[in-house]
């Protein structure tokens, strides 16, 4: 009988999510439905947002353990009960961490096979439409413009600062190492980065943003959103789009200091957003980051784990900073 | 020789404001200058943003010790040395704690008769043009929404609440004692109204708001902020307009928990503001105002403090949570 390997979220993490958390297991080949599809994955993303599924109801109901863990891929159709699909097809959907998923036909995407299916998972998916929207609706930059980005090196950061730069910014970054501020600077072309691990962000962010800081894309709250809220320049715009520092520990934190203070006073305007609410507008978004892609304006740094078993370390790695840029695991 | 009587402030104060940082001096007559007028104060007012201004910079430079008390007043000039302005004319603008003020033409307003002088400096004044603005344009509430204020017995906060109510809102106010919980619902029209000082501010939310908050107007930030922000829906408004639970003492509490957690997951806009902003449209303002004042619609509460004398007083007797509505003092 065919099988099918899934990643079971077996304990709710405390502190660090760890391989610890998770289960491999060998279930029966799932078999599709009435408007199913049966998809075989190729890629599974990795997304920080996956921590915060784990610790509450975020946008989506919490994950709870013995659930196959949830993620979002790539695959290709091997049997439709859906006349929308035939095999052969690719397909993006929330597969969750298995080798093969059986799908609701109304809950996949199909692809042609111009792009590169890392870009479909990746800059033209969900990370390069956050970016897109976040940057562009939420942030509004203009021309001359400073514009921070926290977690620069990440996924979603680093498509985000280059927009920005699109956009006519001077783009600035924090990430956590010095490794990864050359990086930023010398290959996505910012402006500047500064390394958050070497603390002092106030002091950092007065060096590298002395007309202060215009739009502040936060793809991590705490001590940087702190920083960069006294640095924030009068009718300044926080696109809120992640909390990854509070994701991974057991306690949250308090918050930042200066909420709502200095947003009276300097009048700055702090938004969080989730990309499903641009949905309608995505076929516009993709457009736009796909002939970037194809023009080399815009470079979607990919970092690719082999081999489906290696997930939850992925996962932990993420969290400790490994990746650069999308991180993904080819599953076969 | 003339005299003219001053409230000089004289020391910062480093918890609560009190009388023993003010000093009533007895100065010589102003004599206007090219271009300026003298005004003889016939009500000041008491605004919570004095505090804030002793304590660092904010949309202003901080005040500093020596210098005559900043505050806002209506008047009646007494000499001028401009065209603009004849004896007799009734004018406002920020003249400080003071019996006379020379103060340059081009920073005065002159004022018809047609208004009683305390809604001038109310409904009318900053107070009414905050209220206005921060509701309609920052928090943008819709009819049938909830809407909740902070500091709803004060001066900003009862008429924010009776505008959210001519917009077709629910609203629920908080306020520091079950006496002023009272007058919100039975003299102003509020639907609901929660003593903080009880406790359990998110118990008691939950209760008033069952069906969540859609817009809250934030005049306190602290314990009211962090509770409202757990118990906003999703696409919620927090219109930021003051940080009162801040102002009046040693250290500055940490920042809300949930920020930026809550803003991302539920899509959460939260907008500082400060109603000079909004100068421009300040006539269209004034005169929905006016019109629902003389109309019965919007009830404008004023707490009077007779004598120059107690200036002080009536200042720490507002962070003492005292009155009700737009606090001033009489002059004469």
């Known amino acids: 009988m065919a099988t099918n390997r899934q990643w079971i979220y077996a304990q709710k993490p405390t502190g660090q999510v760890g ?13 599709p439905g009435p408007g199913e599809v049966l998809v075989k994955t ?4 990795i997304d920080p947002a996956s921590r915060a599924w784990m610790a509450g109801r975020t946008y989506r109901s919490m994950l709870e353990p013995g659930e196959v863990m949830a993620g979002w891929g790539l695959g290709e159709v091997v049997a439709s009960l859906s006349p929308k699909f035939q095999p052969g ?3 993006s959907g929330e597969f969750g961490w298995q080798e093969h998923a059986a799908v609701s036909a109304a809950r996949l995407t199909k692809h042609d096979k111009h792009h590169a299916p890392e870009h479909i998972l990746g800059v033209l998916g969900i990370t390069g439409l956050t970016a897109y929207f976040g940057m562009l609706d939420v942030g509004k930059p203009r021309p001359g413009e400073t514009v921070l980005i926290s977690g620069a090196a990440g996924a979603v950061g680093s498509i985000a600062g280059q927009i920005a730069k699109i956009a006519g910014c001077r783009v600035v970054g924090t990430t956590g190492s010095a490794e990864k501020c050359a990086w930023l600077t010398n290959d996505l072309g910012f402006d500047a980065a500064i390394d958050y691990k070497q603390g002092g962000i106030a002091r950092q962010l007065k060096t590298v943003c002395p007309e202060g800081i215009d739009v502040y894309f936060d793809n991590t709250g ?4 702190e920083a960069a809220l006294a640095r924030m320049n009068l009718r300044g715009r926080v696109a809120c789009c992640g909390n990854v520092s509070q994701y991974d520990g057991a306690t949250p934190g308090g918050g930042p200091m200066g909420v709502p203070g200095f947003l009276v006073t300097k009048r700055i305007r702090m938004e969080g957003f989730v990309v499903m609410d641009f949905y309608d507008r995505r076929e516009q978004a993709e457009a736009a980051l796909a002939r970037w892609i194809a023009d080399g304006t815009l470079k979607a740094p990919v970092d690719i784990i082999e081999g489906f078993e290696g997930m939850p370390t992925a996962l932990a790695g993420m ?13 076969n």
Do not use: C, I, Q, Y
Request: aromatic share 6%; proline share 5%.
């Open 222 to 225: 705490g001590e940087v959103l």
């Open 19 to 31: 391989p610890e958390h998770f289960e491999l297991r060998t279930s029966v080949m799932p078999d």
């Open 89 to 91: 097809d690719r397909v």
């Open 319 to 331: 969290f400790a900073g490994k990746n650069r840029g999308k991180l993904m695991v080819r599953v």
């Open 42 to 45: 190729s890629l599974l993303s």
